[in-house]
Nanobody, 115 residues
Framework: VQLQASGGGSVQAGGSLRLSCKDQ???????????MAWYRQAPGRQRELVAR???????NYADSVKGRFTISRDNGKRMVYLQMNSLKPEDTAVYYC???????WGQGTLVTVSS
């Protein structure tokens, strides 16, 4: 698996989680050029883009998570993170990291938020 995601779990509404994703295959010079993204897929729903971070650090967020989630990256470690605060039950989903615009996906990590 090229993209190894971790950090999911079960929390109560209002809680926080931090997801991590490591690119285990790309060489550093390549990774530095990638736009990275987090997607999520809730049961019975299509996969949706949650947040994206460009190679230069520019970020974009879905309206549903703006102000609550923060995407960041550490190029030296080939890592991308998703800090999730003020979690809501509707954030429950499997979260996937992705090299944006490619078919390279992580295996997913489950986030469950209870009310």
């Amino acid at each position: 698996v090229q993209l190894q995601a971790s950090g999911g779990g079960s929390v109560q509404a209002g809680g926080s989680l931090r997801l991590s994703c490591k690119d285990q295959r790309s060489i550093l010079s390549s990774y530095n050029t990638y736009n990275m993204a987090w997607y999520r897929q809730a049961p019975g729903r299509q996969r949706e883009l949650v947040a994206r971070i460009g190679s230069g650090g520019t970020t974009n967020y879905a309206d549903s998570v703006k102000g609550r989630f923060t995407i960041s990256r550490d190029n030296g470690k080939r890592m991308v993170y998703l800090q999730m605060n003020s979690l809501k039950p509707e954030d429950t989903a499997v979260y996937y990291c992705n090299i944006f615009g490619t078919s390279r996906w992580g295996q997913g990590t489950l986030v469950t938020v209870s009310s």
